[in-house]
C-alpha cells in the first residue's frame, strides 16, 4: 500500500475503533444524559472520518490532474521521524495531565508541537497559537461543557485552583 493512503486507512480504521468503544458509553450526568455520554466523542470521529476522506479526495484528484497534465503522479513521502516524534509527544502530554495539569500540559504540548513537528519559529504564532488554542478549549470544556479538567499536583493544583 502507498504510503499517501497508508495514513488515512489507519486513521479511518482507528475511527472506526474508537466509535465502537464510544458505543459502549453507559449513562449519563444531568444534562447531558438527553445526548448521552458517546455524543462527543462520536461527533470528533465523525468530524475525522470526513476530513480524513476530504484528503484522501484531494490527494486522488491532485494525482488525477498531475498525470493529465503530463507530470508525475508521486506522492509526497511520508515523514515518520517526525510521525513518531509528535506520537511522543502526545504520549507525554496524555501522562502529564494528571501531574501538571490541564493548562500547564496543553501549553506545553501545543508549543512542543509547533516547535519541533511544524517547525514554526514564528515567536508570535509559538507563543500566541496555543495561549489562544488553550483558552479556547479552556472555556469549551470548565464553562460550557462542565467538564472536569485535570488540576495537576502540588504547586500545579495550586495555580490551577486560582485559575478555576
Partial sequence: MRSDRLMPAA??????????????????????????????????????VVVTV???AR?????????AEGGSAKPKPFHWPDFLVAFAIT????????????LPATLLFQFAVLWVVFRQRSWIVTLGAPIVLTSIFFLIFSEIMNVPLPRGAGIFYTFSRLIY
Fill in 54 to 56: 476530504l484528503d484522501l
Fill in 59 to 67: 490527494t486522488f484528484v491532485a494525482r488525477r490532474t498531475a498525470v
Fill in 91 to 102: 504520549i507525554a502530554f496524555v501522562a502529564s495531565l494528571p501531574l501538571i495539569g490541564f
Fill in 11 to 48: 486513521v479511518l480504521a482507528g475511527a472506526g475503533f474508537l466509535w465502537y468503544v464510544a458505543s459502549n458509553f453507559r449513562g449519563g450526568v444531568g444534562r447531558y444524559e438527553v445526548l448521552g455520554p458517546s455524543f462527543f466523542p462520536k461527533l470528533l470521529l465523525a468530524g475525522l
